[in-house]
């Protein structure tokens, strides 16, 4: 078990398991965290996960670990690894199964007071046109041809459809469509489990929710996205619903018997992996790669659906009603990039899981306006704490592969939250608060509970303290949708 003698302190904000720690370790593990912070860390097993994760075939650089971190399916949830392309290996379990669960924010001009009267009514509006719940079926019932084009196509198979605009696509990472995806290379089951769920929140963690833009701290960035104090936002969290929960589930079995094939040891199974390039590899990048279009044309939808219960509730009563699309991020995601590692140009598959891209200014990636400033970085609190807009830096390019955090971090299980929070109570209490609550079950409310997470202040604060991120605005929340 690691403990915190066993951690080097780079600064305040960084730290690192030595490669030394164990002989299996193929590189050091660097953390990002405060020592309070790593105290909480310890109390569970993502670290130990984070040092089974750097035994990995193909390693460059560091395994990076990010202050939200908690334990996951083989890897920690906040880890990010890269591979050398294409020998090095990719693991299902190192980006996670809700592949391309992402965030995507809207920005507004609508003034809190003038929407204030009406946000119980937009609770109630977002919540009947955008379905939750497990299982729910969605906006659109895809036909098999239709779920083949939304595969190939992600965000653009809905701009065809009058789901979206180009300046959606353009502020979407990677346009809404990774290249190189094989519908072929989906099962039967995934297909069947995606086909009704297109425009569908989800449940868990996934939630739909109403901001004020509270403060402002980079007022240029700030402009740029069209985010103004005192003005409200939309936050948009789900991912590839049951589509890409199944294809993680059918090559998580696949590669049991192909670490057998190659002669990968792996210290735990959960860390199951294939060459990138071996046709087991080849295939599941194909097969991740349709469950990253389903979700990028998903959020695009419920985005759609969004714009849709604003118009039905403000249009006529406040002006200038509309919503823009500021950014749309992937964090859970394997993605071919080309990194400076140690002084060398290296292609890599960087695997971020419960992690985003946060590209620093001057990367090609990014859309044209995002150059001067960085990527927008949106790291969503919890139904009753703030959330928040951070930009890349040059540094999160050099130390953590254009990484940073994705949330603010469970501090208990989904079970002991239940144990310890009753969900009608919470709902009056965030009620109280002057938040409007729209939930599926109280049991589902009690499980993502405010107490049940860290505190993202400081959990934002580490990774700008680590100088990968920097602080553009922070968001409270006004009114919250979950399954």
Known sequence: MVTLQDLKRISDYEWEIPQSYRP?????????????????????????????????PGLVG???????????????????????????????????????????????QISFEAANPWLDDLATALNQLCPSGVGEKGVVRASEAELEEVCRQGSRWALKRGMASEADLRRTEEAGCVVGADPTRVSKRARERGRPQLGSLGAGNHFIEIDLVEQVFDAQAASVMGLEQGRLAVQIHCGSR??????????????????RRYGIHLVDRELVCAPLNSPEGQDYLAAMRCAANYAFANRQILANSARKAFEQVLAGKVKDWQLHQVYDICHNMG??????????????????????????????????????IGQPVLVPGSMGTASWVLAGTEASMEHSFGS????????????EAKRNVR?????????????????????????????????????????????????????????????
């Open 24 to 56: 299996d370790m193929r590189v050091p593990v660097r953390l990002f965290a405060t020592r309070r912070m790593l105290e909480d860390v310890i109390k569970d097993k993502s670290l130990e996960q984070a040092v089974n994760a750097a035994t990995l």
């Open 62 to 108: 560091h395994v990076i670990v990010m202050p939200d971190m908690h334990q996951g399916y083989g890897f920690p949830i906040g880890g990010v690894a890269a591979t050398r392309f294409p020998e090095g290996v990719i693991s299902p379990g190192g980006i996670g199964y809700d592949i391309n669960c992402g965030v995507r924010l809207l920005g507004s």
């Open 242 to 259: 049951g589509f890409g929960h199944q294809i993680c589930t059918d090559y998580v079995e696949e590669f049991q018997a192909a670490v």
């Open 335 to 372: 993605k071919i990039e080309t990194h400076v590692i140690e002084g060398e140009r290296i292609k890599v598959c960087v695997h971020r899981k419960g992690a985003t891209r946060a590209f620093g200014p001057g990367s090609p990636e990014l859309p044209e306006e995002y150059r001067p």
């Open 404 to 415: 940073s955090c994705h949330g603010s971090g469970r501090l208990m299980s989904r079970h």
């Open 423 to 483: 969900g009608e109570k919470l709902r009056q209490d965030l009620e109280a608060e002057g938040i409007h609550i729209r939930a599926g079950s109280m049991a589902g409310l009690a499980e993502e509970a405010p107490q049940a997470y860290k505190d993202v202040d400081q959990v934002v604060q580490a990774v700008v303290g680590g100088g990968i991120a920097r602080k553009v605005a922070r968001l409270h929340p006004l009114a919250v949708i979950k399954g």
